[in-house]
């Protein structure tokens, strides 16, 4: 946190409530459970046995209303609403403003579209398994309280369809402090990035971009596009020069989105991702060399989106020129013949 403090990198968390029963439920805590219950669930964490990791809690409550469950699970009902509204607290209270944002609840808008989300409720029958009733709400309401106002307030998502907005309105709505909307987009598998190279692929092309990102904005909240995967097919030299190729029409397409306000790329290192995560989805290889993907971003940011101008003043001291918004700074010569700098923010 000191180094990226340092280099002025902003710093974002994630997530403090998610209900995925591999990355963010311990097995300590799943083990509380009646065995009963465990016995009926599928907890295979192994994505090549072709189960997606996280969510084998839910079968065994399939057959179980809300209300039967809160009645054979009263001791594990406390436990997850005790637990969760605690790590916001610890995890608040250890880092405080150090933190820019965080992502406080993680894709949650499958529930909020089946309704099991319910306002009084201490259980939701999430698709996930058990969690806190009314979590999305609840996870706001104690980070509002828990963290300083100056920390960002985060939903996140891999939705990007209607009921994602349609949750987002409905929290802003209730009073919850939402400051950004996170939207995900992995191209996990390797073959699309190839069929997009091959024109067989629509997958976010300019259009699908436009309708997703006209839809989210509706929210009117600045959006992250928060986890970003670009995978190169191949892992050979003509695999990274499509990944390469892909991310600059993509991060051009973005930064001219109205309401983008960063954008996080998921697996900056090859062969650092989860389990069942592509090995060459990187910006650097394993021993931390540069790919084509890396140098077209480069080019991007710091050469294409930075302004760089020397300009005379008129006879009335003014300059004038057309850039992106964002922060600048301007040094001139004043009549005495010193150097001036000052900074801008242009919005």
């Not at 949650?108 to 979590?135: R, V």
């Amino acid at each position: 946190m000191e180094f990226c403090k340092s280099k002025g990198i902003r710093l974002h968390g994630h997530p403090l409530v998610w209900g995925n029963n591999t990355w963010q439920f311990p097995d300590w805590l799943i083990n509380e459970l009646p065995f009963e219950y465990l016995r009926k669930a599928n907890l295979d964490r192994n994505p090549e046995n072709g189960r997606i990791p996280g969510y084998g809690m839910a079968e065994a409550f399939k057959d179980m209303t809300v209300e039967e469950m809160e009645k054979a699970l009263p001791g594990f009902t406390e436990r997850i609403n005790v637990l969760t509204a605690k790590r916001i607290a610890e995890i608040a209270t250890r880092y405080a403003d150090k933190v820019d944002s965080w992502d406080v609840v993680n894709e949650s808008a499958m529930d909020f579209k089946s309704g099991c989300q319910i306002p009084g409720s201490k259980l939701c029958k999430s698709f996930y398994g058990p969690m806190p009733g009314d979590y999305s709400f609840r996870a706001f309401k104690l980070a509002e309280a828990f963290f300083p106002p100056e920390v960002k307030l985060n939903i996140n998502d891999f939705n990007v369809f209607q009921e994602y907005l349609d949750q987002t309105v409905d929290l802003l709505k209730r009073g919850c402090k939402i400051d950004i909307m996170g939207s995900q987009m992995h191209m996990f598998n390797p073959q699309t990035c190839q069929d997009i190279a091959d024109g067989k692929e629509e997958y976010q092309s300019p259009e699908n971009i436009t309708e997703t990102m006209n839809r989210l904005s509706k929210a009117g909240l600045p959006i992250h596009l928060s986890e970003i995967t670009i995978t190169a097919p191949g892992g050979d030299r003509k695999g990274e020069i499509i990944q390469a190729v892909i991310t600059r029409n993509l991060y051009r397409k973005w930064f001219s989105i109205e309401k983008m306000m960063g954008i996080t790329w998921w697996n900056v290192v090859d062969n650092c991702g989860a389990p069942g995560e592509p090995s060459v989805s990187g910006l650097f290889t394993r021993d931390m060399q540069p790919k084509l993907a890396y140098f077209a971003l480069n080019e991007l940011i710091n050469k294409e989106w930075r302004t760089n101008l020397e300009c005379q003043a008129d006879k009335d001291g003014k300059v004038a020129f057309r850039g992106f918004r964002g922060n600048y700074k301007l040094s001139w010569t004043d009549e005495s013949g010193t150097v001036q700098t000052r900074e801008y923010h242009l919005t």
